[in-house]
């Protein structure tokens, strides 16, 4: 039996899964940035929210055989409100993946050990 998460909780989670890439070293991490993510909501205006537009950071890291991986690293203020978003339409979003036939997946609740990485992975 699965537990229902509260907006707040669905968003804590998603942001303190990370959305960082994988490649940065552990020492970065976005759980601080969920914990406070609440009080941050709070000081943000709707209406400054939905006009505010950033590029993602990018950086351009070596591969094999000379070839380049291109890593973008958005604005936590985007995130946040992405992160939101998902959070408190959670409900239709999790009808719309169930009833979608050309999907093969299944959200489930995301669960953060002690220690994971960066990327999520667990």
């Keep these: ?3 229902k998460l509260s907006d707040d909780q669905r968003r804590t989670r998603l942001l303190s ?3 960082f890439p994988a490649e940065l070293p552990p020492p970065f991490s976005t759980a601080s940035f969920a914990k406070a993510s609440r009080k941050l909501l709070g000081a943000i205006s709707s209406d400054r929210a939905i006009g505010f537009w950033t590029t993602p950071e990018t950086f351009s890291i070596p591969r094999w055989a000379q070839m380049r991986r291109k890593l973008s ?3 936590p203020i985007n995130q946040l409100m992405v992160a939101h978003l998902i959070a408190t339409n959670w409900e239709p979003i999790a009808e719309k993946l169930k009833s979608d036939l050309l999907l093969n997946f299944h959200p489930s609740a995301i669960r953060v050990s002690r220690d994971f990485t960066p990327s999520g992975a667990m």
């Design 1 to 3: 039996m699965t537990t």
């Design 17 to 19: 899964a990370g959305y």
């Design 73 to 75: 690293i958005v604005n």
